[in-house]
């Protein structure tokens, strides 16, 4: 079944050619205990490593089951150890940091076999060699002869057709070496056993065959197999593999042997870690304050479109042709700036119709202020009196504006309100309202007032063809209040809801107003339009009601009737527009609608905006990328020096665990598999680098916080979310594989004898 022909081997030192074995011709039978003696040097090991497939033949052929090995491949080698070679070393090889019942079922892990079954099989084998009671025991908790109990449980567990012994009991006494020999005797009788011994006398006990060797040749052979003997059958063998899971097992009992060394490991490697959380917590943080503080800004800084704009006149660009500091002796005279121009905005019923079309998700409330003036009355104490009409403000509108007023405001009681006639009353974080306010709607003052006493209170809007009557040239406010309080023409406005201004945005507008709907001026201008003091006014160069006059023929004049008329009820056209939008992205949307609004139209009918919260927003923004890039530099080195570093260390893991590497190829491991359990390791201590990076930076966040806490009184400044830190996790976890992939590399490629024979 397997059989020599002609092989040389040669091992070349420096310039030296060492010639191990010379055209070694062997033929071994299925079944015998061939026991192989000779010198130190003689090639024995040379040899057995030969027949084992851990090394390889220079010259000849290598015959197992009637095949060449010639054209085998590197998995075809590993296959064939797996499952055709049980290998005993003299100094037993066991991987020291699993337990001996671990290292008896490495082959059949490596062979792919159920975990219950490979258990079962370990189990029975170690009871057969009587060590039933140690299974669990590391190698190190066992005497010599137990160690080669549990090698030679290993060897037979797959149930190898050959098991190649060198110098089994070479380290053993001889009460144990004779144990040791009855074991493999009992065990391998029916296999083809072929050991290396220096005793001669146990070799003449046990072996049914002795082959001596000399100087790489064979001098003699007791009982070699004739030509006739052996029928060959043709065998086959499956290829080995190691589960990802294995390599994992292995490596996570490798590190627990070494807790204190993995954990500074980790902990080195974690830094990067600890300090990516940290920026990334702070830069969280802080956009997270940059947000709050936009929102607010925006609360107190809408886009705004007033009905005139100030022109300042175009600064002439002569001054940069002139030198900066000249040394000469003269002054330049400079141009006075013109004074500024005030032109009027072209809003208009087009520019009106297309701003009520823009999107409600982008705009959280438009308010229109008119330069109306509202004749409000209302009986206070028993006496109806006429009121100021700032009074009243005009509240943000936008398609039903319940966005505007949820995102801002509570409602604390009644509802909102939404037809002309209704009113809201907003209070300010204290809960008070203006003593105009209380008075205007009839009410008492008093220590407190009830929400309920509020609501329901009411005020009256008297129409100007009622409210102003002419007397001569002039007109003056009807004295006969109490009837027009009475009349069914007056309007009643009523408090219908009261709201208060958010926590978040106290800081920045917190007053107490008494709000009207946009339905009100819309109404109250339809209704006075064509009322007669407006007719009148229209008619007349001088103010009906004051009697103010003015040169109607100036543009100044023209203004000012204009703005008398606009009072009046005549104007439809808002003095003032504010657009209020949901956030920062959203105030870019508006102001692309504004530019689309404008595109192609001639200057003086484009619309002019001001958008007060943008330079803040855009130096803000520079500020948070500039930090932004300065961290991403810091994160990028750290990462890279923690990629380095788990570089090296893998270096020195694969150094460390050589050994380890040699038995796991003598075991049919394939060099795949090599560089899987190095690759295991990477990952098992990336990912306790990331855990313990993230644990850290989570620690440390604490007094972090505290400290910007004294210093900015912002609470939780730096937030680690637990998306990055997942993520980050990942970033260890990668990096480390990363880091370790040319150390497993190196590991795969290294050759089984020299490994096994690496202390
Ligand atoms: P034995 O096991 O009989 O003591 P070996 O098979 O280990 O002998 O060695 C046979 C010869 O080959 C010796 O001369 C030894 O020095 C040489 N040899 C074995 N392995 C190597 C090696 N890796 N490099 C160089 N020479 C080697
Ligand atoms: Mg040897």
Not at 75 to 82: E, H, T, V
Request: aromatic share 8%; hydrophobic share 40%.
């Amino acid at each position: 079944m397997l059989e020599l022909k002609n092989i040389t081997k040669s091992y070349k030192t420096g310039n030296c050619k060492q010639i191990a074995l010379k055209n070694i011709q062997l033929k071994f039978r299925r079944h015998e205990f061939v026991v192989i003696l000779g010198p130190s040097g003689s090639g024995k090991t040379t040899l057995l490593n030969i027949m084992g497939g851990l090394d390889h033949f220079d010259a000849g052929d290598l015959i197992v089951e009637n095949q060449s090995t010639k054209k085998f491949k590197a998995k075809d080698w590993d296959a064939y150890r797996n499952h055709y070679i049980g290998f005993i070393f003299q100094n037993y090889h066991l991987i020291p940091s699993i337990s001996i019942l671990n290292n008896v079922l490495m082959g059949l892990t490596l062979r792919g076999i159920s975990a219950k079954k490979r258990k079962r099989m370990a189990k029975k084998m170690l009871e057969q060699v009587g060590l039933k009671d140690h299974i669990h025991k590391k190698p190190k908790e066992l005497s010599g002869g137990q160690m080669q109990r549990v090698a030679i449980a290993r060897a037979l567990v797959c149930n190898p057709n050959i098991i190649l012994a060198d110098e089994p009991t070479g380290a053993l006494d001889t009460k144990t070496s004779v144990q040791v020999m009855e074991l493999i005797k009992k065990i391998a009788k029916d296999k083809l056993v072929i050991m290396v011994t220096h005793n001669k006398e146990l070799a003449e006990r046990y072996a049914t065959r002795v082959i001596e060797m000399c100087d790489g040749t064979i001098v003699s052979d007791s009982n070699p197999v004739l030509e006739e003997e052996e029928n060959f059958t043709k065998g086959k063998f499956k290829r080995t593999s190691m589960h990802f899971l294995t390599a994992l097992h292995l490596s996570f009992h490798n590190l627990r042997t070494k807790k204190g060394r993995t954990f500074a490991i980790s902990f080195a490697s974690s830094i990067g870690i600890i300090g990516i959380a940290l920026i990334l917590s702070l830069s969280n943080g802080f956009n997270r304050q940059l947000k709050v503080f936009e929102q607010n800004t925006m609360a107190e800084m809408p886009i705004v479109i007033p009905n005139q704009i100030e022109e300042s006149s175009i600064q002439r660009e002569t001054s940069s042709e002139l030198e900066e500091y000249p040394n000469i002796g003269y002054a330049i005279p400079k141009e006075t700036p013109q004074e500024v121009n005030i032109q009027p905005n072209p809003i208009n019923e087009e520019f009106l119709t297309t701003l009520k079309k823009i999107d409600s998700s982008i705009v959280s409330g438009i308010s229109y202020a008119y330069d109306i003036g509202l004749n409000l009355i209302n009986k206070i104490e028993g006496k109806v009196m006429p009121l100021d009409a700032s009074i009243l403000e005009s509240f943000p509108d936008c398609l039903g504006y319940e966005s505007f007023l949820n995102e801002k405001y509570d409602l604390l009681a009644g509802r909102m309100a939404k037809e002309k006639d209704e009113l809201l009353l907003a209070i300010d974080s204290k809960n008070q309202v203006q003593e105009d306010t209380i008075r205007a709607l009839g009410l008492q003052k008093e220590e407190t007032i009830s929400f309920e006493t509020i609501l329901g209170s009411t005020l009256k809007l008297v129409f100007n063809d009622s409210y102003y009557q002419k007397v001569g040239d002039f007109y003056r406010i009807n004295p006969d209040l109490d009837s027009l309080y009475e009349d069914k023409e007056t309007l009643t406005l009523k408090v219908v809801g009261i709201i208060r201004l958010k926590e978040e945005y106290k800081d920045y507008v917190d007053t107490a107003e008494l709000y009207y709907t946009n339905a009100l001026p819309s109404y109250v201008m339809q209704k006075n339009k064509d009322s007669a003091i407006v007719k009148e006014q229209q008619k007349n160069d001088y103010n009906v009601l004051t009697g103010e006059t003015y040169d109607a023929t100036s543009e100044e004049g023209q203004a000012l009737k204009k703005q008398f008329l606009s009072f009046l009820g005549n104007e439809s056209i808002p003095y003032m527009i504010q657009i209020y939008p949901k956030d920062f992205s959203a105030k870019e949307k508006i102001v692309e609608y504004l530019d689309y609004y404008n595109e192609g139209k001639a200057i003086d009918k484009q619309i002019v905006y001001k958008d007060e919260a943008k330079d803040l927003s855009t130096s803000s923004q520079n500020i948070m990328d500039a930090i932004t890039m300065v961290l991403v530099a810091f994160s990028a080195i750290s990462l890279f020096v923690s990629s380095i570093m788990i570089g090296i260390i893998m270096y020195i893991s694969v150094l460390e665990r050589t050994k380890e590497i040699g038995i796991l190829r003598s075991l049919g491991a394939r060099k795949k598999d090599i560089a899987r359990v190095f690759n295991a390791e990477a990952f098992l201590i990336g990912f306790a680098s990331g855990i313990l990076g993230i644990l850290i930076a989570k620690l440390l966040l604490i007094p972090i916080n505290s400290i910007f806490y004294h210093l900015t009184e912002l609470k939780n400044v730096a937030i680690l979310n637990s998306l990055h830190a997942s993520f980050l996790i990942l970033v260890s976890i990668g990096l480390t594989l990363i880091g370790g992939m040319i150390p497993a590399k190196i590991a795969s490629k290294k050759d089984p004898v020299e490994a096994l024979r690496s202390e």
